[in-house]
């Protein structure tokens, strides 16, 4: 089983819906948890951290699930920019290896006029 | 506007060939990632280094790749002798890491690697 899974869809969104996936991680001493957007022949770039309470960035919500080893994360009233892969990312501190950053899969999100 | 600066940002080779790769940390950044991505294993760590010592370089085939921190600003990842299969992008990130825990993890704007 992968440390960090993600649904790599596409997930084919209608301007102006909510779009919501997950991610899971199997490691329930991950310490902290992160989203980050990949636009397409681009570098990944920090969306939103998550915290244990959830968060909310304008029309993104980011939750986590530690009975459940998962986050998530809400897109409301979906544009066409936020076409893009979304990345998860986990944070575990690894033995000797120190803190170690694993990422997702992505899961790929096209908004759609 | 700090950033992460990586070159080259295209490399097109032939099999055989010694690939180096380069990138800058962002300053202040103690600890610098190099990771790779393809279509069909998406973003596998290769490496990162903390204060310039490696930490962990288990996601990477020893055999033909090396990675190096020669001083704060400078990180390289070589391979010798490059393969069709290492075709891929190279992207290199850094971060501060404090209070055991990182910082918002930047990305450089990768080296996409095409081996003949």
């Known amino acids: 089983r992968k440390e960090v899974e993600q649904d790599p869809g596409p997930f084919n969104v209608p301007e102006g819906a909510t779009v919501a996936f997950n991610c899971t991680y199997s490691?329930?001493?991950?310490?902290?948890f992160f989203w980050y957007r990949q636009d397409c022949r681009k570098e990944p770039k920090l969306l939103m951290s998550?915290?244990?309470s959830g968060n909310e960035d304008g029309r993104f919500t980011a939750q986590l699930n530690r009975a459940s080893q998962y986050i998530s994360l809400l897109i409301r009233d979906s544009k066409l920019s936020d076409s893009a892969t979304y990345l998860c990312?986990?944070?575990?501190?690894?033995?000797?290896?120190?803190?170690?950053?694993?990422f997702g899969g992505g899961t790929r999100v096209l908004v759609k006029p | 506007d700090a950033r992460v600066t990586q070159t080259p940002r295209h490399k097109v080779t032939e099999m055989g060939q010694e690939v180096t790769m380069r990138c800058q940390p962002i300053?202040?950044?103690?600890?610098v990632f190099w990771y790779r991505q393809t279509m069909m294993q998406g973003l596998e760590l290769l490496a990162y280094f903390r204060n310039r010592a490696p930490l962990d370089d288990s996601g990477m085939p020893k055999d033909r790749f090396s990675a190096e921190m020669p001083d704060a600003t400078l990180a390289t990842l070589k391979i010798q002798p490059s393969e069709p299969r290492d075709s891929a992008v190279y992207f290199c990130?850094?971060?501060?890491?404090?209070?055991?825990?990182?910082?918002?993890?930047?990305f450089g704007p990768g080296t996409r690697l095409t081996v003949l």
């Open positions: 990312v986990v944070n575990l501190l690894s033995g000797a290896a120190g803190n170690k950053l694993t």
């Open positions: 490691n329930s001493a991950s310490q902290s």
């Open positions: 998550v915290y244990s």
């Open positions: 990130a850094s971060a501060l890491f404090r209070d055991r825990a990182y910082n918002e993890q930047f």
């Open positions: 300053l202040g950044h103690n600890t």
